[in-house]
């Protein structure tokens, strides 16, 4: 049985401070270890953007998590097509280097629209300030 708090809500993640609970158990997975840089700024960009996420809404919903795990992904996709470009550049074919290219550049595009999905371009609504002293809502 979970623990409830005292407004009767099932408690959520680990302990204070974790921040696995704001990933509803989505993960990008584990890369190659020779590949770990890319993991190490995979990790850093969905830092930045559950912060981002949790700053603005106050929570990580499940379809912001899948937004998140999506835009994670293709962001892995785009940094290893290009750590495979650079490595193997010298043997392969201008059409496949063209086509790296163009998987890189679609990739950006991928996370941006999953981005784009999580509304953080939008500003908050100003709350009147008056009205919620006095009444205590934000009317």
Known sequence: M???????????????????????GLKAGKLPKNAAYIEVQINKLRRQIEDAVV???GEISLMDAAAIQT?????????????????????LKPTERLQ???????????????????????KPEPIDLNSYLTNGTDQ
């Open 71 to 91: 835009a994670i992904k293709w962001e892995r996709h785009g940094a290893l097509a290009l750590r495979w470009l650079n490595k193997e550049a010298d043997v």
């Open 100 to 122: 790296f290219s163009r998987e890189i550049a679609r990739a950006s595009t991928e996370r941006d629209k999953a981005i784009k999905e999580l509304g953080l371009d939008m």
């Open 55 to 57: 700053g603005l809404k």
């Open 2 to 24: 979970s623990e409830t708090s005292k407004d009767d809500s099932p408690k959520r993640g680990g302990q204070p401070g974790n921040r696995n609970n704001l990933r509803h």
